[in-house]
Every structure is written in structure tokens, then in C-alpha cells.
């Protein structure tokens, strides 16, 4: 009579603890929601802008990511694109901030922050060169690939024209000016290659090109005393003439008048890891 008691009671206990067992597999493997996926369009897009505040960047990428995917359409989602390309420019991501911005200017070409993004975009290719070479080794950058800066002065051009009331048009100003100084003084850094290397052709060519195109810029009086070398050098004095007439009538100081110009730095340097290896001569004091 117990055994019979018994048995029928073990399945009762077998129901309980497997009750017990199933609320246990929920209690403890129950996931956490995922605010990305559950916030609202308007709470999404505050969370991305705090981050941006913070300079959390990664944590903003990700959300405006998400917000644009899901709610790809209104007025969060459009200024979504261009707090996503502003953090992917303060992460040093230049490639990805500027195909952001790049479809956001085409998406939305009448919307009422497009000036921004036309300087978002400048702005990204404006630093785009600098690194830890730059910043720490000295290195100049006018000795390298000058394609990042014109395509920054283009953009910050297209800014001024579009725009020029825009409260950035004044700092793109600005900006392109350091920039048609810096393309100006790439060009130099060419011809005074040529220059040592008796190059005088090339050397004058390139002389030439700063004067009618970066007229106005520092380098021009370096580039009047290159042609004033080249010519000189190449038999044609009524031209070499000419050009040192205009370089003492504009820029009397300048050291070429006095001789021994460009000093040229001797060779040792090379042998110094992280140093600037340029052409530009050093300055006779």
C-alpha cells in the first residue's frame, strides 16, 4: 500500500521540479533588450548626439548607424547622416566621413545644414594628412601627395560659392589660403629639385606655374629667383634680366640679391632616421 502511495506521488515530484527547472532557463537566460533596437527614433537620435558631446564616437557611429536603418526616412534620420560623418572624422576615419557626408549632399541637397556638410567635408580632407609622422617627426607635408589638399581646397571653394553667406564661409576662407600656400609651396619644393640638379628647364617651368597660379603667395619671390637662376643658366639673360628686375622692384630683402642662394643642406642629414627630406634649402643667416 506505501509502495503504490509512492509511485503514484513521484511523478507529482517530477512535474514540480521540472516547473522549477524551466523558470530557473528563464530567469537566468533571459537576454537583455537592446536599446538600439527598442528606442525610438527621437530617443536613438539624443543618445547618438550625447555621445557625440562626450567624444564617445564609436558608441554615436553606432547608434546613428542603427537609427538610419531602421527609420530610414524624416527629419532625425537626415541629421543623423551628418552627426555619423562627424564622428567618423573625429575617429580618423576620413574614407567612411566622407562617403557619409558625400550621400548625405546628395540625398538632401536643399536641406538646411548642407553648408556644414560642404564644410564637413573640406574639414575631412584638410586633416586627413596628418598623422603621427606629421606631428611628431616634423615631417612637411607639402613634400607629399598633393591630391587630399586639393581636393580639400575644391570643396571649401565650393562652400564659398555656393554659399557665401554661410556662417563657415569666412574659416573655409581662410583655410584656403593656408592650403594655396601649401600647393604653392609643394611646386617650389619641385623646382628647387630641378634646380640642383641643373634641371634649369623643368626648374622654370615650374617657377613659372607658382607665379601665374599662386600669385600673391609667399613662394613667389623664391620662384622669381629660381627663374631668375634658370634662365641665367640657360643662356637667355634678357629673361634672367627681366625676372630679377621684378623680384628687386617687389622683394628687394630677398637673399638671392645678396648671393649665395639657395644653400643647399649637405648630405650627413640623410643618415638621420625621421628627418625631413625635402629639397627646400636652408635659409643663409
Known amino acids: 500500500m506505501r509502495v503504490s502511495r509512492l509511485f503514484r ?40 548626439k550625447e555621445a557625440n558631446a562626450r567624444g564617445n564616437y564609436d558608441v554615436a557611429v553606432k547608434t546613428f548607424t542603427r537609427l538610419v536603418a531602421r527609420f530610414p526616412f524624416g527629419p532625425y534620420t537626415e541629421q543623423a547622416q551628418i552627426e555619423q560623418a562627424y564622428a567618423q572624422y573625429k575617429m580618423n576615419k576620413p574614407d567612411d566621413a566622407y562617403s ?15 553648408d556644414y556638410a560642404y564644410y564637413l567635408r573640406g574639414l575631412i580632407n584638410f ?3 596628418e598623422g603621427l609622422l606629421e606631428r611628431y617627426a616634423g615631417l612637411d607635408m607639402t613634400q ?15 562652400l564659398v560659392k555656393r554659399y557665401p553667406g554661410s556662417r563657415y564661409a569666412d574659416d573655409s576662407i581662410q583655410r584656403m589660403v593656408f592650403l594655396r600656400n601649401g600647393m604653392a609651396q609643394a611646386e617650389l619644393n619641385v623646382s628647387l629639385y630641378y634646380l640642383r640638379r641643373g634641371a634649369h628647364v623643368a626648374a622654370a617651368n615650374r617657377a613659372k606655374t607658382i607665379i601665374e597660379t599662386y600669385d600673391r603667395s609667399p613662394q613667389v619671390a623664391d ?63
Open 100 to 114: 557619409t557626408v558625400n550621400r548625405f549632399i546628395k540625398t538632401y541637397p536643399a536641406h538646411k545644414h548642407i
Open 9 to 48: 506521488a513521484v511523478p507529482r515530484v517530477l512535474f514540480v521540479v521540472l516547473v522549477v527547472a524551466l523558470a530557473g532557463c528563464s530567469l537566468f537566460g533571459k537576454k537583455k533588450a537592446d536599446p538600439l533596437e527598442t528606442l525610438g527614433v527621437e530617443q536613438l537620435y539624443e543618445r547618438g
Open 127 to 129: 586633416d586627413r594628412e
Open 223 to 285: 620662384a622669381l629667383a629660381i627663374l631668375v637662376q634658370s634662365y641665367h643658366a640657360l643662356g637667355q639673360d634678357a629673361l634672367s634680366d627681366d625676372a630679377g628686375r621684378v623680384l628687386q622692384l617687389n622683394y628687394p630683402e630677398h637673399p638671392s640679391l645678396s648671393g649665395g642662394w639657395p644653400s643647399w643642406r649637405s648630405n650627413w642629414w640623410k643618415l638621420i632616421p625621421l628627418t625631413n627630406r625635402g629639397t627646400q634649402p636652408v635659409a643663409k643667416k
Open 144 to 158: 607629399r601627395d598633393q591630391a587630399f589638399i586639393r581636393q580639400s581646397f575644391d570643396d571649401f571653394s565650393e
